[in-house]
């Protein structure tokens, strides 16, 4: 049974800081890309950040560069995103997602999604 379970969500005031990290089983985490989506109130989920299957490279979205890093470790199938110089826009439910393509097909999982709330 795959699973992906996100953790480390909460409400931290701007200019904090927050560790998202997500537990993966039931498939083969290191065949995975994986990436962290985020979606806040009447908006579309959007990606975050991802990082490639052994964790070689990395790629960020404009608004999160230079605050964010995303990171792996494949002996334990864990991904995590440490977020730094937090701001209110940054608050939205965030995503674990994992994805495989094959020239025959995508596999995605996804979590149930973590809340992070950014106020004063």
């Known amino acids: 049974q795959v699973q992906l379970v996100e953790s480390g969500g909460g409400l931290v005031q701007p200019g904090g800081s927050l560790r998202l990290s997500c537990a993966a089983s039931?498939?083969?985490?290191?065949?995975?890309?994986m990436n962290w989506y985020r979606q806040a109130p009447g908006k579309e989920r959007e990606l975050v950040a991802g990082i490639t299957s052994a964790g070689g490279s990395t790629d960020y979205a404009d608004s999160v560069k230079g605050r964010f890093t995303i990171s792996r470790d494949n002996a334990k199938n864990m991904v995590y995103l440490q977020m730094n110089s937090l701001k209110p826009e940054d608050t939205a439910v965030y995503y674990c997602?994992?994805?495989?393509?094959?020239?025959?097909?995508?596999?995605?999982?996804w979590g149930q999604g973590t809340q992070v709330t950014v106020s004063s």
């Open positions: 039931g498939f083969t985490f290191s065949n995975y890309a």
């Open positions: 997602n994992a994805l495989l393509r094959t020239p025959l097909r995508e596999y995605a999982y």
